[in-house]
């Protein structure tokens, strides 16, 4: 029997995923752009990690691996300024 075990890429981006969502939630102002590109990011992130997240193909692992650098600094300056 094969134990099931996520990719670490696949638990980074839902971790991510988990934070991006939490700020979203504090947002008091859900027109805002900053809180558009969130939905946003959040949405292509849901539609990449819908297959199979215990051995992601190389093309999902790559986009995965893009989606996380690029919503790195989102919404960073929304946490800078409530501390």
């Known amino acids: 029997m094969q134990s099931c ?15 991006l969502d939490a700020m979203l939630e504090l947002m008091p102002d859900r027109t805002c752009t900053v809180a558009r590109a969130i939905d ?16 992601p193909s190389e093309v999902v692992s790559r986009a995965l691996a893009r989606w996380l ?15």
């Open 5 to 19: 075990r996520v990719s670490p890429l696949v638990e980074r981006t839902l971790t991510r995923m988990l934070e």
């Open 40 to 55: 946003t990011a959040l949405a292509v992130a849901e539609s990449l990690v819908t297959g199979d997240i215990d051995q």
């Open 69 to 83: 650098e690029r919503t790195r600094n989102l919404g960073i300056d929304r946490v800078l300024h409530a501390a």
